[in-house]
């Protein structure tokens, strides 16, 4: 996530601010992204950084339908990271 968070103080800052927050869900932790604004997909990611779904977002705001289940399944919430500019 590190990677990740580099590359958006990169950037001019998103509006809304981008966050990560960490989830347990499935048994494992994983790391949600949100999406800087309007009709763009949120990002699941694994431990390692590898992309498992967009959860919500989207035309629909239903994402890629990959993990239908992660609203309701999700536990453990905790803000890992908000744009702080």
């Not at 800052?13 to 800087?36: D, F, L």
């Not at 967009?54 to 239908?68: F, H, L, V």
Request: charged share 30%; proline share 6%.
């Amino acid at each position: 996530m590190d990677d990740k968070i580099q590359a958006h103080l990169a950037k001019e800052k998103e509006n809304p601010p981008i966050r990560i927050v960490s989830y347990q869900y499935q048994g494992q932790t994983v790391y949600y992204e949100t999406a800087p604004c309007c009709d763009q997909f949120t990002t699941l990611y694994d431990e390692k950084g590898n992309v498992l779904c967009a959860p919500d977002g989207g035309i629909t705001g239903r994402g890629d339908g990959k993990c239908r289940d992660f609203e309701k399944n999700r536990t453990a919430e905790k803000l890992v990271w908000q744009d702080p500019r």
